[in-house]
Nanobody, 125 residues
Framework: VQLQASGGGLVQAGGSLRLSCATS????????VGWFRQVPGTEREFVAA????????YYAESVKGRFTISRDNAKNTVYLQMNSLKPEDTAVYYC???????????????????WGQGTQVTVSS
């Protein structure tokens, strides 16, 4: 599975961005998708995850109520809608796919099989 994240940019505090994670690969291969973020010099941090069916979604406490993860399997795309952005949300955001536990997505980066390149999100105060 190949993944490509897009939609990052520069936004003022309180603003919104929508990230997209386009996936491609084997014709039918169910997978959960997670979003993670990383600031240079720190560990990669879990943000949100969604199961293959979309029936299970998980969020980090720091983004709960502000971010929404969703997916459109017909378009092979997963979205992360980010509202009420704060300067502390500034990071490189990565999407990742997990084929092993596609209905019980993990919060742990090492449990994901495939990673896309990151997209930079910068929130100015």
């Amino acid at each position: 599975v190949q993944l490509q994240a897009s939609g990052g940019g520069l936004v003022q505090a309180g603003g919104s961005l929508r990230l997209s994670c386009a996936t491609s690969g084997r014709r039918y291969s169910p997978y959960a998708v997670g979003w993670f973020r990383q600031v240079p010099g720190t560990e990669r941090e879990f943000v949100a995850a969604i199961s293959w069916s979309g029936g299970r979604t998980y969020y980090a406490e720091s983004v709960k109520g502000r971010f929404t993860i969703s997916r459109d399997n017909a378009k092979n795309t997963v979205y992360l809608q980010m509202n009420s952005l704060k300067p502390e949300d500034t990071a490189v955001y990565y999407c990742a796919a997990d084929e092993d536990y596609f209905e019980t997505p993990s919060r742990v980066p090492r449990e994901y099989n495939y990673w896309g390149q990151g997209t930079q999100v910068t929130v100015s105060s």
